[in-house]
């Protein structure tokens, strides 16, 4: 540290590149570098094409996404997953992950669900947590992302997620919390969003407050790609590195606040230490390692046992599945060709080895007849393809149509409009139906979709997105080798407008309200007394499951003491397989308004047919803790408590009543000011007043920027109040495209686009690696303003003067 100069100092606090930190050579200090994930590796080729996204990268194994592998509720699996990942970044030198992204799944609307885990925060924390060790065990570091409340793609680098602190505490960070108590991930990677009116990158009751001091996280704190707001705050609150490099810009921000005053050089001394711990670590690692090869065959076996653990059976009338062997069959649906096998943008994996469920049937001399019944573009409606299918289902004895939905349905960028599947892929379902009794659908989707066909059809079999094995394990769950035990992480709504928070999901322009509080996913359709078509937790296996003799460790405990929950589980079918045992907990008598029950608890346990097993779960004061906002702390309230165990949130098979004392006495009582909350079976909007009461503020008007209001924070969609402005947005609408390959498809552009159009002004010098320099980024700034020739001036002036040497050209390659 004493023999680092200021700006070498500063230089540290940012990357050379899009994925490497700065080395500083005179003295030692190694690059190291981060790539994507996070279901495999996204390792660029470095000679590959302009654009951040859709870069080539180099071949790796390509695991489920975390929608899939959450709903295999099993932390081993994510563990050893964690693992194999981790041995390939060994392998090719990365040495750090950028995953996994944790968002909760506000709405199932979120165009990157795909990518996080579950509406759920134990689960999601518990999976995390269990994923970060197995990376971490390698030597590699993972980014828990993106911190936080971020679970939206509209406008998400500019939105400012209004929430009260109860949601916050209890839902939005939770999963982060669990994750780095547990895990101590290397490294956390804060999100673009503002939360409350104050970015995370430069939030210090985030990064500072909760995240250091309360969680006492002792890694880094990486920014999202180009999410730094104000660079000298950030350091302050807590934000250690600024990615990707902004070529020098903001180093040397930090720089001039040193010398000026604003800036305690002792902040960004700490900055630097936990920055270089962090470099140190990871580059002792590369030295034992250098030569470290993984074993890719056993990890795409691996990838296959992970994708059948996380398929979920959501309908097997008659038991129509497992199917016999030699079954005569028909196999419908492009997508049995082609699988959707991952979701789209920045964690998009080059898989090493892609099976499809028709590849894999020919590689094992299957017998079975194909038609496509849809297109893969658009809504995928072909008359004559369906007349095809139709014509083939008539002849069998079994058909399978693999549906779901494609990349321009859902990707990273932006969000969905709505649950439907392709229109082309229902309707084929549907006329399937009316010619064979024994329909059998395979869904590939990264989130809930809507089955108006559900009743009509013998089974339906979630694959979700099955990575690189997917289609092995399609074949492996539909012929029985394997028995289904994936469960839901998420729930599915029977219309979109059940969801309390489906009319307060994207909002904008600036603002989005999280009005719902903490009712989210099943503690909002649970408590509201609400119909679902499949719930949380749900999942069908080929075999039966019994639940019996629930004990309590004791009737009555003090709020420290740990509750013992013991129960036997037998499986009384006719197959082996992995049940799902979950523990709730219901509040029967509490203050402050409560979910109708929380996920405390869940074990996945294998049983052979006919075995029994005593299932053992620890509650300890965490299960029954609210976060009291009267003494910002978590507090039990003393009262009696349902345990609830069972194989989905609404399959209770046993239940019993423990006591708590508890010392807390100070407990907030909202039921005259904010009644909603308590109550809100029936409704289907949370009045506004209400919701102000329980954040203690007003919500003034979302106004669209005016002339004379743009700002570093304005994004490109917002330009259109000056002529200079619409004719810029315009172009950039119409041009951002040329960045993508001739035969990018449809929905690259779709990203491309609303990506360009939400993108902030400070983003223009952060992304450009500083092509575009800050004082050029001012003269536009002053030209959308409506200050055309001065700032244009302005911009070319200091494009002129923008200096040949750069961050690389100082500390370079
Ligand atoms: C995404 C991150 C990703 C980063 C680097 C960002 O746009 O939000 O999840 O790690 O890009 O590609």
Redesign the pocket.
């Known amino acids: 540290m004493a023999r680092l100069t200021l700006e070498e100092k500063a230089a540290l606090c940012s990357g050379i590149s899009n994925w490497e930190t700065t080395p500083i050579k005179r003295l030692g200090i190694p690059a190291v570098m981060m790539t994507?994930g996070p279901h495999g590796l996204r390792k660029e080729v470095e000679s590959a094409a302009v654009t951040?996204?859709f870069k080539d990268s180099v071949p790796a194994t390509c695991f489920p996404p975390a929608v899939t592998l959450a709903s295999s509720w099993d932390t081993d699996l994510l563990r050893e997953v964690g693992n194999a990942i981790g041995a390939e970044c060994l392998d090719q030198g990365v040495s750090t992950l950028?995953?996994p992204?944790i968002n909760i799944k506000r709405s199932p609307l979120c165009g990157r669900n795909f990518e996080y885990f579950s509406e759920d925060p134990f689960l999601t924390g518990e999976l995390a947590a269990a994923y970060i060790q197995g990376v971490q065990e390698n030597g590699i570091g993972t980014?828990l992302?993106?911190y936080a409340v971020n679970s939206q793609e509209y406008r998400r680098l500019t939105i400012s997620a209004e929430i009260d602190e109860r949601a916050l505490r209890e839902i939005y960070l939770k999963a982060f919390e669990i994750a780095v108590k547990k895990s101590q991930p290397y490294t956390i990677?804060c999100s673009?969003n503002l939360i409350n009116g104050v970015h995370a990158s430069d939030n210090r009751k985030l990064l500072g407050d909760i995240l250091r001091k309360e969680w006492e996280f002792e890694g880094i704190v990486v920014s999202?790609?180009?999410a730094v707001n104000d660079r000298v705050k950030g350091i302050v609150a807590g934000l250690d590195l600024e990615m990707p490099s902004s070529n020098g810009i903001l180093d040397r921000e930090i720089i001039q606040a040193v010398r000026s005053g604003r800036l305690d050089v002792k902040d960004l001394d700490e900055t630097v230490k936990r920055i270089l711990q962090f470099v140190f670590r990871c580059a002792a690692t590369r030295e034992k390692t250098a030569a470290y090869k993984a074993d890719y065959e056993k990890n795409h076996l691996l990838a296959r046992k992970a994708a059948a653990s996380g398929a979920v059976l959501l309908k097997n009338e008659d038991g129509i599945l497992p199917l016999p062997d030699g079954a005569d069959l028909a196999v419908i649906g492009q997508l049995a060709r082609k699988p959707r096998y991952q979701g789209s943008?920045?964690?998009r994996i080059s898989p090493r080895r892609l099976v499809s469920f028709c590849d894999h049937m020919d590689a094992i001399n299957a017998r079975f007849s194909y038609a496509p019944g849809y297109t893969l573009q658009g809504d995928g409606y072909d008359k004559k393809y369906i007349d095809d299918a139709v014509a083939l289902a008539g002849n069998k004895e079994y058909v399978l149509v693999f549906v779901g939905l494609t990349d321009e349905y859902e990707s990273?960028g932006f969000d969905r409009t709505h649950l439907e599947m392709p229109r082309g892929h229902d309707e084929l379902v549907r006329k399937l139906c009316e010619v064979s009794d024994r329909v059998v659908v395979v869904s590939n989707c990264g989130s809930p979709v809507l089955m108006p066909w559900l009743d009509e059809v013998g089974a339906v079999l979630n694959l979700y997105l099955g990575g690189e094995a997917g289609g092995e394990a399609a074949h492996d769950l539909l012929f029985g080798m394997i028995n289904p035990s994936g469960k839901l992480a998420e729930t599915f709504p029977l219309r979109l407008e059940d969801g309390l928070s489906s009319r307060y999901f994207g909002m904008g322009p600036r603002r989005i309200e999280y009005r719902e509080s903490i009712f989210v996913g099943y503690r909002d359709y649970d408590t509201g007394k609400k119909g679902v078509l499949f719930p949380f937790g749900y999942g069908l296996s080929y075999t039966d499951f019994s639940y019996a003799d629930l004990e309590l460790s004791a009737a009555k405990i003090n709020e420290n003491e740990t509750l013992t929950v013991t129960f036997e589980l037998k499986n009384t079918g006719n197959h082996d397989g992995a049940e799902v045992a979950q523990i709730y907990i219901r509040d029967i008598d509490s203050t402050v308004f409560k979910a109708d029950k929380e996920l405390k608890g869940f074990q996945k346990i294998f049983l052979k047919k006919g075995e029994t097993r005593t299932v053992t779960v620890d509650l300890n004061r965490d299960a029954f803790a609210f976060y009291n906002t009267k003494n910002s702390g978590w507090c039990v309230e003393s009262g009696d408590f349902e345990i609830l165990v069972g194989s989905s949130s609404r399959d209770i098979r046993l239940q019993a009543t423990v006591r708590i004392d508890a010392a807390e006495k100070e407990i907030p009582d909202l039921r005259n000011i904010a009644p909603f909350y308590y109550d809100f079976q029936g409704a289907d909007e949370v009045p506004l007043k209400q919701f102000e009461a329980l954040i203690g503020r007003n919500m003034p008007p979302d106004i669209l920027v005016k002339k004379g209001g743009i700002d570093f924070n304005s994004t490109i969609g917002d330009l259109g109040v000056t002529t200079f402005g619409k004719i810029f947005k315009w172009a950039v609408h119409r041009f951002s495209t040329i960045v993508l390959p001739r035969d990018a498809e449809e929905f690259e552009k779709i990203m491309v686009r609303e990506g360009a159009m939400s993108l902030p002004l400070r983003s223009i010098f952060a992304m450009t690696d500083g092509a575009i320099t800050y004082d050029a980024t001012l003269g536009l700034l002053m030209a959308f303003n409506g200050r055309t020739c001065r700032g244009l001036y302005r911009f070319v002036k200091a494009m002129l003067a923008r200096k040949p040497t750069g961050k690389t050209e100082i500390y370079g390659k």
Do not use: A, I, R, T
Request: aromatic share 12%; no cysteine.
């Open positions: 994507d951040n996204v950028l995953g992204g980014s992302k993106h990677m673009y999202d790609w180009g943008g920045s964690s990273e």
